[in-house]
């Protein structure tokens, strides 16, 4: 694909030969915007080098995605894997049902969950007497946002 001029030509496209979630990752770099017509193209091919470098190192995160809640992403995704064993495929599943789920974390946006908001949800968990939950649940709660967020 590469990057080539619009037919407009106030603006460059640039376009990944790699598809990505059935399309291929694309950007519009217009003239003005970039300060020139050979700024924009620059812009362009510098985004097009970076994008395709994630894609084969298989690090690009479709913009698209960021949209979606963190309990849509779950599902997508999943927190378990085959090899584990079915006693931590439960308690992953488990944690994820009564520290996660049931909380407005799981209804945000990945893309605009901040470490702030992560770290205000452990703070904030406690039973129904006020009490703090134990380290090794806590260290679970971390380890499912973990897995989820690698």
């Known amino acids: 694909m590469g990057v080539s001029r619009r037919t407009d030509r106030k603006s460059w496209v640039a376009k990944s030969s790699h598809m990505v979630n059935g399309k291929r990752p694309q950007k519009s770099f217009n003239d003005k915007k970039y300060g020139g017509r050979g700024l924009a193209k620059k812009e362009a091919e510098n985004w097009l080098v970076k994008i395709n470098a994630d894609i084969l190192k298989d690090r690009y995160i479709d913009p698209q ?78 380890e499912v946002l973990r897995v989820l967020f690698r």
């Open 65 to 142: 995605k960021n949209k979606i809640t963190l309990s849509k992403f779950k599902e997508e995704v999943g927190i378990v894997k085959l090899n584990q064993r079915p006693k931590t495929k439960d308690i992953l599943e488990n944690t994820w049902e009564f520290y996660l789920a049931p909380y407005n974390i799981s209804q945000k946006a990945i893309g605009s969950i901040t470490p702030q908001d992560i770290q205000l949800h452990i703070k904030s968990l406690s039973k129904e007497n006020g009490e703090q939950y134990s380290h090794s649940t806590i260290k679970k709660v971390v």
